[in-house]
C-alpha cells in the first residue's frame, strides 16, 4: 500500500523532533565554541547535550507512533466495516467510543447501518409476499388452464360423437332427397322440386360441416392419415374450379391461373384438392362490392412447390391475420353474420399443408386484398420425424413471408387495386 494516513504523521511529528534536535545541537555547539578553554566542562556539556537529543529523539518517536495509531486504527476498521458491505453483509457496526469527529463519524455510520438493515428487511418481505402472490395466482391459472383443456376435450368429443351420429341420417336425408328430385317416387312438379334443391343444398352444406368437424378431431388427435402418391396438379386445380363453375359465373367472377400443365407433386391428392376448395371458397365468400378477380399462381421450384392465391376481397387486418388459422375462427364476427360456415376450413388447411411439411402464409391489406402462399416440399416428409402441427398455443404466430414473396404480392395487389 502508498504512504498511508499512519505514516504521514509519523513523519511529520518526526520532522519536528528532528528539527527541535538540530536547533538544540546548534545551540550547544555556540556554548562550546564559548567555553573553549574548559575542556572538561565542554565534554560534560556534550554528553548532556546528546542524551538530551537522543531522548528528545525518542519521545518523538513513541509520541508519533501514539498519535498515528490514534488516528488510523479508527479508519481502518471503518475500512474493513466497508468491505463487509460490499461483500453483502449488512450486520456490521462500529464499537468505537470516542467524543471527538472520529466518534461522530461511527455513530452516523451506525445509524446508517441501521437505516439500511431496516430498508432490507422491508424489502425481503415485500419479495417474499409478491412471491407468495405470484405462486398463488400461478397455481390458479395452471388450474384453470387444466380446466380449460378438459372442457376443451369434452367439447371436442362431444362434437366428434354428434358429428357421427349425423352422419347417416343426413346421408339418408340427402339419398331419398334426390330420388325425389329425380321423381323416382313419384311424379313432382317443378315447384317441387325447386323446393327439393333447396332441402339438397341445405344437406350438403350440413353434410360438409359434419365432415369438417371430424376431420378436424382426427387432425387434433394425430390420427389423420395422408395417402401419397404422385399427381398432376394442374389436372386438380381444374377439376376444383370446374366444381366452382356455376358460383363463379354467377357472381361473374374473373379467374386467372398460371400453372404449367406438366407439373407433378407428390402428396395426398384428395387433401390437396381440398386445400384448393377452402381457399377458393373463401375468396368467393369475403369478396367486396367489386367484381371478384382472382389470380392462382402454381410454380415449381428446386425444392418444392409455391402455390399463390390472390383475390380482391375485403383483406384481413393484422389482428385477424394473427387468429384466422384458429378453430371455429372466422374474420366476419359482427352481431349480424353474413358468411356461412363453421370457421373450421382455414384451420383444417393449416393442419393439411403442415401435416405434408409444408408451410402456409398470408399477406393482406383491409378493403385491397388477400394473398396466401402455400409450399410443399416435392418428397413426403420422412417417418422418422413425421412433422404435426400443434395448435393448442392459441397466440401461434403464422410462418414469416420472405420478402421477394411479398413483393410479388404487393405487385398482384398492386394490379388489383388499380382496377378498382
Excluded at 498511508?4 to 546548534?26: D, E, G, H, P
Excluded at 550547544?28 to 574548559?38: G, K, L, T, V
Excluded at 313419384?186 to 369438417?212: F, H, P, R, Y
Excluded at 398455443?393 to 421477394?404: G, M
Aim: proline residues 2%; contains cysteine.
Amino acid at each position: 500500500m502508498s504512504l498511508n494516513i499512519k505514516q504521514r504523521l509519523a513523519s511529520y511529528f518526526i520532522t519536528v523532533v528532528f528539527l527541535l534536535t538540530v536547533s538544540i545541537s546548534m545551540v550547544a555547539f555556540i556554548e562550546i565554541a564559548q567555553h573553549m578553554e574548559d575542556l572538561d566542562s565542554l565534554f560534560l556539556s556534550g554528553i548532556r547535550i546528546g542524551l538530551a537529543a537522543l531522548i528528545f529523539l525518542i519521545i518523538g518517536i513513541l509520541g508519533s507512533l501514539w498519535v498515528a495509531e490514534s488516528f488510523t486504527k479508527p479508519l481502518i476498521k471503518v475500512k474493513e466495516q466497508i468491505q463487509k458491505i460490499t461483500w453483502g453483509d449488512l450486520d456490521v457496526q462500529l464499537d468505537i467510543k470516542r467524543k471527538d469527529e472520529i466518534g461522530e463519524l461511527a455513530k452516523d455510520f451506525n445509524d446508517m447501518m441501521t437505516t439500511l438493515r431496516e430498508y432490507n428487511d422491508a424489502v425481503q418481505n415485500s419479495q417474499a409476499e409478491l412471491e407468495n402472490k405470484v405462486k398463488a395466482r400461478t397455481a390458479e391459472l395452471e388450474a384453470a388452464v387444466t380446466e380449460l383443456k378438459q372442457l376443451d376435450a369434452m367439447k371436442d368429443n362431444l362434437l366428434s360423437s354428434v358429428s357421427h351420429e349425423l352422419r347417416t341420417p343426413l346421408t339418408s336425408i340427402r339419398s331419398y332427397n334426390q330420388l325425389l328430385r329425380q321423381g323416382m317416387l313419384g311424379k313432382v312438379n317443378q315447384k317441387q322440386k325447386e323446393a327439393l334443391d333447396v332441402v339438397l343444398n341445405s344437406t350438403d352444406q350440413l353434410i360438409d360441416m359434419v365432415n369438417n368437424i371430424l376431420e378436424s378431431a382426427r387432425f387434433e388427435a394425430g390420427q389423420a392419415n395422408f395417402n401419397y402418391h404422385d399427381f398432376n396438379v394442374s389436372k386438380v386445380l381444374k377439376k376444383v374450379l370446374k366444381e366452382f363453375e356455376p358460383k363463379l359465373r354467377k357472381i361473374r367472377a374473373k379467374v386467372t391461373v398460371h400453372c404449367q400443365d406438366n407439373i407433378m407433386a407428390c402428396a395426398d391428392e384428395q387433401k390437396i384438392s381440398e386445400v384448393f376448395v377452402n381457399l377458393i371458397n373463401n375468396a368467393i365468400k369475403y369478396r367486396s362490392s367489386r367484381k371478384l378477380a382472382l389470380y392462382i399462381i402454381v410454380e415449381n421450384l428446386k425444392h418444392h412447390l409455391k402455390v399463390s392465391i390472390t383475390d380482391n376481397g375485403i383483406g384481413i387486418s393484422k389482428e385477424d391475420l394473427k387468429k384466422m388459422f384458429h378453430k371455429f375462427y372466422q374474420v366476419d364476427q359482427g352481431t349480424t353474420r353474413k358468411v356461412e360456415g363453421t370457421g373450421l376450413g382455414l384451420s383444417i388447411v393449416k393442419h393439411i399443408i403442415g401435416g405434408h411439411g409444408g408451410t402456409i402464409s398470408v399477406h393482406s391489406d383491409p378493403d385491397v386484398g388477400t394473398e396466401i402462399i402455400i409450399s410443399l416440399p416435392h418428397r413426403k416428409p420422412s417417418a422418422r420425424n413425421p412433422w404435426m402441427p400443434d395448435y393448442s398455443n392459441a397466440d401461434a404466430r403464422l410462418p414469416r413471408v420472405t420478402e421477394k414473396r411479398k413483393l410479388a404480392g404487393r405487385k398482384t395487389r398492386k394490379k388489383l387495386r388499380n382496377k378498382r
